[in-house]
């Protein structure tokens, strides 16, 4: 009766192994998904804005571009300047004309302003959260990493992961961010891309 009991022990504590793997297996997934469509979205609206630097120039930056500019420009002012006296004296009370064609290029210049600042507020939320996603997928991956040092969880990685590899992929771009960003000190800096990189080695040898 005691064996019994024993045993019966055993098998609960490895079923709640086996799903608290399961359960940081998912996890990893989720994150992952998520981090990868959330750099999806970050370079499309990335696109955007390199578009939007690389338009044609409208027709008041092809008049700026173009030659004698400061004397058409002089011409204009002093013309302007005329016209405006020659319409207050004829109009006492100082009527003004609505707006003309050649204002309307400057309204939807600042409509489009407005529009890349949203892109860019947009693009920079966006850009912290994937960096948040992609930093727990990170420590997820390492977890999962060592976990599969055990023959039970490397088989169920095998199993409950569509693609194994992905593991190897997203270490090793945690390994190049901390090379580009060493947040602690040189010595444990090193001693951990050490620890990550024996993982990853570990990782390509059986999966």
């Known amino acids: 009766a005691v064996v019994s009991t024993q045993s019966t022990g055993e098998d609960v504590l490895e079923d709640r192994n086996k799903s608290s793997v399961e359960l940081i297996i998912q996890t990893f997934l989720k994150f992952h998904s998520s981090s990868n469509e959330l750099e999806k979205q970050t370079f499309s609206e990335a696109e955007y ?8 120039p409208t027709e008041v930056e092809l008049e700026i571009e173009e030659p004698g500019l400061e004397k058409r420009e002089s011409n204009s002012a002093s013309t302007a300047a005329k016209s405006e006296e020659e319409n207050n ?4 009370f100082g009527y003004k004309e609505s707006p ?39 420590y997820l991956a390492l977890l999962i990493g ?5 023959e ?6 095998q199993k409950l992961m569509p ?28 001693s951990g891309m050490q620890q990550i990189r024996s993982i990853v080695h570990w990782l390509n040898a059986v999966l």
């Open 152 to 157: 039970d969880h490397l088989e169920m990685v």
């Open 163 to 190: 693609e194994p590899k992905v593991l190897i992929e997203v270490l090793k771009k945690f390994l190049q961010f901390m090379n580009m960003m060493s947040l602690t000190s040189a010595a444990a800096s090193k």
């Open 146 to 150: 060592i976990l599969t040092k055990e």
């Open 100 to 138: 003309t064609e050649s204002q309307k290029p400057a309204d939807n210049n600042n409509k489009n302003s407005e529009k890349v600042k949203k892109v860019v507020d947009n693009m920079i939320a966006k850009a912290g959260e994937h960096m948040e996603e992609s930093m727990i997928g990170s």
């Open 49 to 56: 804005l390199c578009m939007q630097e690389g338009e044609e």
């Open 89 to 92: 004296g004829d109009d006492p």
